[in-house]
């Protein structure tokens, strides 16, 4: 196969499995402050958030049964200040680590949904 610039062009949609769509809507909705969903089907067993940006929505999608929660890939959400993000979203009595500090790199921190779905986000350090 020949191509003549990179195959892909960026995220379109990350897709998050969870165990109750109106659960997973309300929190990824109000809680995350995704807002309205950009599509709500849940008889498919989808919703799609956008998250702020050009492109790279969210989508929670039903589980099958067996599921487990996600803890190794990662969704990474870029906000402005990593520190004062944790600190809102505890407020909001969301489960959150202590964010991490990598000088001159990165400040991350990782979250958790309603379901045990590992999140991330970061900051310029």
Known sequence: M???GPLFRG???VSIS???LDRARAFYRE???FGPPLYDLPEAGW????????????????????????TGTTLVLNVEDCHAAVEELRRRGVRCEDAQ?????VTFA????????????????
């Open 47 to 70: 919703i799609e958030f956008s998250t702020g940006g050009v492109a790279g929505n969210v989508s929670v999608t039903l589980a099958e049964s067996g599921w487990t929660p996600s």
């Open 2 to 4: 020949a191509t003549t």
């Open 110 to 125: 990782s979250f958790y949904d309603p379901f045990g779905n590992r999140l991330q986000m970061c900051s310029p350090a």
């Open 101 to 105: 500090v990598f000088p001159g790199f």
């Open 11 to 13: 995220i379109n949609v």
């Open 31 to 33: 809680v995350l402050g």
């Open 18 to 20: 969870v165990t109750d």
